[in-house]
């Protein structure tokens, strides 16, 4: 290893250890102690000689640096995780964090064999030496300082505001199962600009400043540190720190009984209860299987797709960009792998690839005008997108990025009669002949005006986005709510919004999608201009993987001998299984009530029979293949599809309408 280790090194003397090393701050331990000169520069300099540190600098120096300073305060190896010998799980929830404990448990064996360290479990290990010791009493209890995080994840990545700072922090008491995977991970995002898996889920951008109050983290590791040790069941939020950002609805909707949950510390409405439901037993209510809202979101699903419900979706991360000349335009261009040279008012979807083709984004972006552009993005991306596109924009005094998330009110207009209730309250034709679908328009609603209306809602079922001026907010959607009352209209949440959203094979970035994930394994290729007159990042990567295939593809499965009532609910995270050969795992499922059947989302591999490892995966491989979801230890038969099953949807309108008839004649 070809690193320096900078140290104050101290003399040893009776104590309390932990109350020692801390009084090393005072004067008199300082003139203990050795102090050495501090190099005029290094390629790296690491903060924290304990497991986190060394495993990054022990990384580092495997990957090919050579100048690596480690400083630490006290003493080598003094961290926290030194009281935690042998406590080394590699049963974790999420996959990342399973990863990483295991290449740690192979790292210990493998550092065991290089420097002569015994890493063998202690506590087992001395068991098995002498037995007695199990019925010897603990007569030293040690307590010392631990991190905790917001979420129980730890916290990694490059700093979004200071470029070329990077933490690795916060293990919630899983220092040693973690240490060898993060290490090996940060150091490969210094070397190579990415690590080698995805860890979004670990990435501390998916924090914001919202975060960082005393208070909210004071009560939320209160709440955090017994739930490490819980059963998570589906969908479970935490209590704590709960009410930060809302929408100026949040009143009218609590009220009208909307059930919440969190993300990015944005209230969201999951569902709404009615008047005549027990919401002592819902709040209760922790299952695998058939949740007790079931019923619920099936009448705001059936209310989407045959009259028109009203969702907040005020939590949408919003950026604007403009510039006085055509410099935003090839900013964006060079960002977005879809082409945005469009009319004024058209609506693009599109990615922000990384260099290797996968997904730092997925967004919709309107033209408002030649230089002005409206992007709307996932509630999680408003941190990690800011800091993707000032990262990559030129400093010019003339082209602005302006976060415009907490400007705007977004309602989503869901359902057929949607065009109806806009048509009255706009008193302009909002049919697709005058408003065509992927098209903005600023109008008038009720008294308010500057709204931007959408003809889209992310679900695939007819209707409107509309973005409000937070001051009008409370106006539109009550306005919305008196005329949408001749054609049904009523309040529906995001436990809807992802059930039609799914049954439509739409997949959504942080779940189905990541930086790992490029658009051609998504079968998002009509979102990738390759050939739009100028560079972009990712084309190199994509043009690649045009000629050579893909080793992976996003597919949606349809059980078929599941049992909505009586069997575990698929929720994520499922094995895939191709003609009985394990292909992938599940990453997002829902309950179709149109096709009354579940529906999964999952990428299917190719692994090779004979040595693991991946090969092509092509349209007709995934044809060819018998499938089968795994739910806890049992397999059900499913059908894999590469596209929306519009003809099941349309083959069931047909049914409905054959009885509706037959109903009528009689």
């Excluded at 990545?157 to 940060?186: D, H, K, T």
């Excluded at 065509?436 to 007819?462: D, Q, W």
């Excluded at 089968?628 to 059900?636: L, S, V, Y």
Aim: aromatic content about 10%; proline content about 4%; glycine content about 8%.
């Amino acid at each position: 290893m070809f690193f320096r280790l900078l140290s104050a090194v101290r003399r040893q003397r009776p104590g309390r250890g932990w109350q020692n090393r801390s009084s090393g701050r005072s004067s008199a331990s300082a003139a203990e102690a050795h102090s050495v000169a501090l190099p005029a520069q290094a390629q790296v300099v690491i903060c924290g000689g304990g497991i986190m540190g060394t495993s990054v600098a022990y990384h580092l120096s495997k990957m090919g640096w050579k100048d690596i300073v480690l400083l630490e305060q006290g003493r080598l190896a003094a961290g926290s995780t030194r009281f935690c010998a042998g406590i080394l799980s590699t049963a974790r929830h999420l996959t990342i964090e399973q990863k990483m404990a295991d290449y740690s448990n192979k790292l210990y064996h493998q550092l065991e064999q290089e420097t002569g360290i015994q890493t063998e479990p202690l506590l087992s290990s001395l068991l098995r030496r002498m037995p007695d010791l199990e019925t010897l009493e603990i007569l030293k209890l040690v307590n010392c300082p631990e991190t905790f995080t917001p979420d129980m994840r730890c916290i990694m990545g490059e700093s979004p505001s200071v470029r070329g700072y990077f933490v690795l922090a916060g293990m919630n008491s899983a220092g040693l199962s973690f240490g060898g995977g993060a290490g090996r991970y940060l150091a490969e995002w210094m070397v190579h600009g990415s690590p080698s898996e995805n860890i979004w889920e670990l990435d501390l951008k998916r924090f914001g400043a919202l975060q960082s109050s005393r208070t909210f983290l004071r009560h939320r590791v209160m709440e955090v540190m017994p739930l490490l040790y819980d059963l998570k069941v589906p969908r479970w939020d935490f209590q704590t720190g709960r009410q930060l950002r809302t929408s100026p609805l949040y009143d009218r909707l609590d009220a009208q009984g909307a059930r919440w949950m969190e993300k990015h510390g944005f209230e969201r409405p999951k569902y709404f209860v009615p008047p005549d439901k027990d919401l002592l037993a819902l709040e209760q209510s922790k299952t695998f299987y058939k949740p007790d809202w079931f019923e619920i979101v099936e009448s705001e699903v059936k209310c989407c797709k045959e009259a028109v419900c009203v969702i907040d979706m005020s939590s949408f991360t919003k950026f604007e960009i403009t510039s006085t000349g055509d410099q935003a335009l090839e900013v964006l261009q060079y960002l977005f792998s879809n082409d945005l040279d469009v009319p004024v008012g058209h609506i693009v979807h599109t990615g922000m690839l990384n260099q290797g083709g996968g997904y730092e984004n997925d967004c919709s972006v309107a033209r408002l005008s030649k230089r002005s552009f409206f992007m709307i993005s996932p509630t999680d991306q408003q941190v990690h997108c800011w800091a993707w596109l000032k990262k990559h924009m030129p400093e010019d005094s003339n082209l602005l990025l302006e976060d415009v998330t907490w400007k705007y009110t977004a309602l989503n207009l869901i359902g057929p009669r949607a065009v109806d209730v806009l048509s009255e309250l706009s008193y302009a034709p909002m049919t697709p002949d005058h408003f065509p679908s992927l098209f903005c328009k600023e109008m008038s609603v009720g008294y308010a005006n500057g709204i931007r209306v959408m003809s889209m809602t992310h679900t695939g079922e007819p209707g409107f986005m509309l973005y409000i001026p937070i001051e009008y907010a409370l106006h539109v959607y009550n306005e919305v709510m008196s005329v949408g009352q001749k054609y049904g209209i009523r309040n529906a949440g995001y436990y809807a919004l992802r059930s039609l959203r799914i049954e439509k094979f739409f997949a959504f970035w942080g779940q189905d999608l990541n930086t790992l994930t490029t658009p051609l394994e998504c079968g998002r290729e009509s979102r990738v201009k390759l050939e739009k007159g100028m560079d972009f990042i990712g084309r190199d990567a994509l043009l690649q993987q045009k000629q050579n295939g893909v080793y992976k593809r996003l597919t949606m499965f349809i059980l078929d001998d599941h049992d909505t009532d009586l069997d575990l609910w698929p929720w994520w995270g499922e094995p895939i299984y191709r003609n009985g050969q394990y292909a992938g795992k599940t990453t997002s499922s829902a309950y179709s009530y149109t096709l009354e059947r579940h529906v999964c989302l999952g990428f299917v591999h190719n692994f090779s029979e004979d040595t693991g490892e991946e090969q092509v995966v092509t349209a007709d491989f995934i044809n060819r293949g018998e499938y089968e979801i795994d739910i806890a230890g049992h397999r059900f038969q499913a059908k894999a599809k590469l596209y929306p099953v519009t003809s099941l949807f349309t083959h069931k309108r047909r049914k409905e309408d054959v009885e509706l008839s037959d109903l009528h004649g009689k």
